[in-house]
């Protein structure tokens, strides 16, 4: 059963960069059916997709974010990695990873990661 | 960006009552873009239906979905213990991805 784990520092001071890795388990992230992405969900707030990468690197992100965001792949690890810059108080969230299919009709997110808390402060 | 608005923002219900959640979109698509989520504090959102109407593996029988256009619907028939949670829907219809707001089902 494939798994997603995040992990990372649950407190980043502000103006500085927000790291996070993804493990996934029971399954290949170079499968080419499908993306591994990032979303996030500030306290008391919904659901915002940061953006997803395919195994060979190839990325697309939320234009909302698309300035400050990366995310790389490691295929050797079975990981996959967010780096958010210039972190702000309202980047404060629980991230989550999940796995979406490369095909558009089936699109949606499955399985996810249980998330990670990060608070942004000094 | 589509915008997903979900209503109610909450709903007090007993077990075995039928609940009944609506998302609207502020753009039409094609049902084949919805799906929806159930989230437990501290847990991952778990998938339920996609494509609108369909299950995911696992998934009992008393959820089922509808809708198409801008309005779509998600039913519990009878609320059971575990079912109270809240729910998101989402469209993948084109990127960005977007969720809604959600709606919070909890024990009257």
């Known amino acids: 059963q494939l798994q997603l784990q995040e992990s990372g520092p649950g407190l980043v001071k502000p103006s500085e960069t927000l790291s996070l890795t993804c493990t996934v388990s029971?399954?290949?992230?170079?499968?080419?059916?499908?993306?591994w992405g990032w979303i996030r969900q500030p306290p008391g707030k919904e659901l915002e997709w940061i953006g997803s990468?395919?195994?060979?690197?190839?990325?697309f992100y939320n234009p909302s974010l698309k300035s400050r965001v990366t995310i790389s792949v490691d295929t050797s690890k079975n990981q996959f990695s967010l780096k958010l810059t210039s972190v702000t108080a309202a980047d404060t969230a629980v991230y989550h990873c999940?796995?979406?299919?490369?095909?558009?009709?089936?699109?949606?997110?499955?399985?996810w990661g249980q998330g990670t808390l990060v608070t942004v402060s000094s | 960006e589509i915008v997903l608005t979900q209503s109610p923002g909450s709903l007090s219900l007993s077990p075995g009552e039928r609940a009944s959640l609506s998302c609207r979109a502020s753009q039409t698509f094609s049902s084949t873009y919805l799906a929806w989520y159930q989230q437990k504090p501290g847990q991952a959102p778990r998938l339920l239906i996609y494509g609108a109407s369909s299950r995911a593996t696992g998934i009992p029988d008393r959820f089922s979905g509808s809708g198409s256009g801008t309005d779509f619907t998600l039913t519990i028939s009878r609320l059971e213990p575990e079912d109270f949670a809240v729910y998101y829907c989402q469209q993948y219809y084109n990127s960005p991805f977007t969720f809604g707001p959600g709606t919070k089902v909890d024990i009257k």
């Open positions: 029971g399954g290949s992230l170079s499968s080419s059916s499908y993306y």
């Open positions: 990468i395919y195994y060979s690197g190839t990325t």
């Open positions: 999940a796995r979406h299919s490369t095909v558009v009709d089936l699109n949606w997110f499955d399985p």
